[in-house]
């Protein structure tokens, strides 16, 4: 299952260095419905003018505008960055129920910030929270936003290092 995650956050990763080359952040995310890609969303909120042009976005309009709309609640979101808070909005909004991402967010993800809008059951109408599945590729995703490519988890004193 590991192998398939990987899979899909390479592709991602593969539109992200499209979104730097465009002098955006390097973001890229996918929406996989039984395991075909249905939406692809490259990060375009600085050489749009839009600041809500964030790849989940562009990847779950995509779906939608591909005639997914309906599949996007049993839909998998991959990208290479943790969702920020206004992409946790439109997955909760979707009722996505997987979330799979490499690099963490902290100060405005929308699963490791305070605004963990992903994690949250207080909202009835959004229902049950998302799996979240993070760390995959997780050297290659901070690499591409000049984070170090030598990024070490430790975990119950076991040193592990997450690679694609």
Not at 1 to 30: F, S, W
């Amino acid at each position: 299952m590991e192998h398939d995650l990987r899979k899909y956050i390479q592709q991602c990763l593969v539109l992200a260095e499209i979104a730097l080359k465009n002098g955006n952040p390097p973001v890229g995310a996918i929406v996989v419905f039984e395991d075909t890609i249905i939406g692809k969303g490259i990060e375009s909120g600085k050489s749009s003018g839009d600041i809500t042009n964030h790849a989940e976005i562009l990847a779950i309009r995509d779906a939608i505008k591909n005639g997914h709309s309906n599949n996007l609640n049993q839909a998998k979101l991959f990208s290479t960055h943790e969702p920020c808070i206004m992409c946790s909005y439109l997955i909760r909004h979707h009722k996505l129920p997987h979330i799979i991402y490499g690099s963490a967010v902290p100060f405005i993800g929308g699963a490791t910030s305070a605004f963990n809008i992903l994690s949250t059951e207080d909202i009835p109408k959004w229902g049950k929270k998302p799996a979240i599945t993070e760390g995959i590729c997780k050297i290659e995703c901070n690499a591409l936003t000049g984070g170090s490519a030598t990024v070490i988890e430790k975990t119950d004193n076991i040193t592990t290092q997450k690679q694609c």
